[in-house]
Structures are given as structure tokens and as C-alpha cells.
């Protein structure tokens, strides 16, 4: 990665402008590299879940990766193991577009298997990181780096994840913002997992078939309204 | 659960169906005020947007005297429980309008403490009747009964939350005065809908209680007895959801 191809954006400069809920955990300077206009004006659906995701999730999540890809809509993840891997290379591999937000600075990657990927999507979608070249890699970078996930997408959908996971930041943070946010049916059914039904209670919805997402999304130009007719 | 009709008051529309330009753009100002989205220019936020808009255009309107110094404006609770610092867009709604003038203060003394389906995503026969949003919220007692209320929510559909809110204050404040107001109001279909700004006060009128907590539809009618310098909407049951889809057993997820 050449240091010319990253830019530094304010939120507001890359998402457009914000309301004071959104600023609140909106962080100061982004690190962008690729088409930063995936980032306006589309259409977003973050797919989160676990690193060590089943089998089934894995497959899940490149089903509705390519069901968004389809229909045009940029697939937001965050380019970890497991689930986002699968939610990235489904939308590659259909034609779409994808925004990965990493928990890293643009020049290192996590896991170190995807840096072909995270090469990939820089050159070609667009890549974002709130954390400057040079820039420890700690544990809470993630947590940070999965509010910002859910800043960036106008939904969340988790696929999978487990007790105290990373997506689960996320979930709470799209409540907060008032954007939809899903759970796979399958994660819903399982009787091992308390916090399901917490963030349903709150807000989350149970996602059978991608059409309810489809519905729930809104028009991303209601962000670009200028002529007012009241 | 004495309350069988509520008056209230919108001062936009939306459709949620249609595929015209006007519809498409009701909807776009929808979502604008779902997500509280910086808008207009110079740009502000939606809610703020409104109201200033209201406070300089209510004059000659249904909506003129709508809102007194007297109201005291409460916000209607979303769907689900809250968590702290999350958008709850009428209480923004409600701090906005007075700011611009308009009422007397706020009062969040409504409180969501179970979840009910939300209706913008339930088919028809799916939406939280009247008898789910009451028995989801609970009341704070304030120290002084207020003279009036205005309970304030940001889209309303068939009024089964604005109703229920007004009978839980009901039951805490028999002597107080209470409507309801939206920002904006749906407008079911294509063919009715004439314009984004459409300043109404109108009345919910559920046919009698048994009927309204047991409709299938859980239609409230706007009668057309309202107030004698307001305009009227009518609503009129749909026949399929905005949300219901094509769901074939190809398309799941599962």
C-alpha cells in the first residue's frame, strides 16, 4: 500500500453530516483508502458475527452477502475471520461492493491471512480504519472499530456470535442510533445464548427472510434532503 | 379503559406506497425524521427543521391553536425498552417545538418497559393492537396535573399508540385534556395522497372498545367531526402490508 492512496477524513466528510447521537462515538479522523463514495449515498448493510463461526453461519452469511450484492447494496464488514470473511468474499465473488472497517491501522491486517483481501477491497471498494499508521494494536480497537462498523451501515444483521463477542458492541450500538438491527433466526432458536433475547427486548429484530431487511432499510437520500417542500 | 376517540393533529404526510415521484419523496422525509437525519439548507436537523417550519407557517392552518402555553408536550415511547443515550426521535420532536415557541414544556413521563412488535414492520393483522402498547407502559406521577397534553410521536399509522399512551394517562390525570399529534401521518393510499405538507386535526374514533382491541385490521376511523377549522383525512383499511413480501421457502435464510 502506497502512503498516498490513504486519506484522512472527518466522519461527517466521509458519512456525511451527523446528528449529536451520531457524534457521540463518531470518531474524530478516519483513515480511508479506496472509493470513499461507497460511503454516501448508498445503501449499507453491516454483517457481523463470530470468528469461529459454524459452518452454517459461514454459509449464512454469504447467502445474504450475495443476496445484498444483487441488489446493489454495499455490504459493510469488518474483515475479521469467520462470518466477515464469508460476508466479504460473497459480495467479491457476485459483483458487488463492500466497506471494510478494520481494527487496525490500513497497514497491518488481522488476521494475517486476509491481507490479500484487505489489499483487495482497499484497491478496488474501500477500506476504513480510525486508528493512524503506526498505531498499537490493542483488544479494544475492536470493540471501537464495531461502533464505527455500525455508524457506517444504515442496518446490522448478526449471523452469529457468542456470549461477550465483538458483534455484540455492535448490535448495541446500532440500538443506540436508532438504526434496524437483525439476529439470524438460528442464533434467536439457540437456548445456550441469554443475549438474544436482551437486545430483542431492546429493539432487534429476528431475521427469517432477507425481504424484512429489505424492507426496513431506508432511502439513503433522506441523508442528502436540501429543497424542503413544508 | 374508557376512551374510545382521540383528537389529534399532523403537519405533514407521508405514503408508503406508490411509486410517483411525491410518494417516493414522502417516504425520503419519513426516513429523514425516523433517523433525525441533518437535512434542508442550511442544514439542521430534521426534527428542528419541523419545527421551526411550524413555528413559522401553523398560522391559518387546521393546526393553528393547536398547541397552547398551557400544553405540556409528552413524548410517545418507541417500540422497544430503551437504553440510555439511544435516538428517541419524539422526545427530540417534543424539545424542538418548544424551543421554537411552541408549548409549554416537556414531560417524559411515559416509559416503554416491554417491547411491542413495531408496526412500520408488521403486516396489518400483525400491528400491536391498542390492549399491547397500554399494558407496555407505565406512567410517572408528577407532582401537578396538567391542564392539557399533547402527546407527541414522530409517524402515525392507525393511532393504536397514540391511543393507548392517552388512556394510560387517562387513568392518572382523569381531568387533564388530551390529544395526540404526529409530525407526520400515513396516507394508505396512492391515489389520496396530494401533498407532503398537509397541516390536519382530525379524531381516531375506534368503534366501540370490544371492537377496537379485537379488529382484525385494528383500523381506527378519522370521522369526519373534527374541530370547525380543520381539514379531514380519512383512512381506510389495506388490503395487503407494506412489508409483506414474496417470501418463497428459496429466499430464506435458514
Known sequence: MHPDEVRELRAEELFGPLNDVEERHAPARLFVRGDAQLARGTSRVAIVGSRDASEDGLKRAARLARILAEKQIVVVSGLAQGIDTAAHTS???????????????????????????????GREHLLISQFPIGAPVERKNFILRNRTMALAAHASVVVEARDGGGSLSQAWEALRLGRPLFLMKSLVERTDLKWPAELIQHGANVLEEPDQLLAALPDPQAWSLRDVPF | MSRSELAYGAFLAYCPRGDDELHKASRRWRDALKNDAIVGNPPKAMTRLVADRMCAS??????????????????????????????????????ALVEAGIGANVWCCLNRVKRVRKSSNSAPADRPRALEHLESFTVELGLHAPDE??????????????????????ARYPKTRIRGFAVMRAVSEPAEFVAIRSPVVARFVWPSQAIAFDDPEGIARIVASPPANSSVASVKPRARSLARTDSGESRSLE
Open chain 2, 149 to 170: 397534553i399533547v402527546l407527541v410521536d414522530d409517524v402515525v399509522t392507525r393511532g393504536a399508540t397514540l391511543m393507548a399512551a392517552a388512556m394510560k394517562l387517562d
Open chain 2, 58 to 95: 401553523l398560522a391559518g392552518t387546521a393546526l393553528e391553536g393547536f398547541f397552547t402555553s398551557r400544553t405540556v408536550i409528552v413524548p410517545v415511547p418507541g417500540s422497544s425498552v430503551p437504553q440510555p443515550n439511544q435516538l428517541w426521535v419524539p422526545k427530540r420532536i417534543a424539545e
Open chain 1, 91 to 121: 459480495v467479491l465473488q457476485h459483483g458487488g461492493r463492500t466497506i471494510a472497517v478494520i481494527g487496525t491501522p490500513l497497514d497491518q491486517s488481522y488476521p494475517n491471512q486476509n491481507r490479500a483481501l484487505q489489499e483487495r477491497i
